[in-house]
């Protein structure tokens, strides 16, 4: 079973002059948790996640704290934003490189990548290197355990 039959191809993605803010729209109105950034050839520079934005949010001392399990709001934190400056960066500011699979490549290859990188979804590229599709945890899995019913 190869990724490009279990992946989705309608990806959205941003070109990497674009800035944080014009990433957080996206997310907000396609309803997505990763975003491939890319470049004038379509070719996937990093990715750029909604964890990674959303750390854009939390305050610093959270980094400092074992264990939020006894805080049930941060009272007027919650209602803080990132300022302009921070959103007005570049998406490069955030990017991460990019793993990737081509599209001829096995689901369980794609899914181990996934757990070796702690990944939800990743991005399949073309054999140019083109951006061409994602998949996630969900397709891969669904996919694998489909090819069980045909288990006697």
Known sequence: MIISKHMKRNVVSIHAT????????IFVKKHIGLLPVVDDDDKPIGIVSLKDLLSLELPD???F????????D?????????????LDKSVKSLVKPAITVEEEDGLL???????QHDLHDIVVISK??????????????????????EVD
Do not use: K, Q
């Open 128 to 149: 140019n290197g083109r951006l061409s599709g994602i998949a996630s945890r969900v397709d891969i899995g669904t996919a694998i355990l489909s090819a069980w019913e």
């Open 18 to 25: 674009a800035s944080v803010r014009e990433a957080a729209a």
């Open 74 to 86: 941060f009272g007027a934190v919650e209602t803080t934003r990132p300022p302009a400056r921070v």
């Open 65 to 72: 704290i074992a264990d939020v399990d006894f805080v049930h």
């Open 109 to 115: 290859r794609a899914y181990a990548l996934m757990l």
């Open 61 to 63: 001392f959270v980094s």
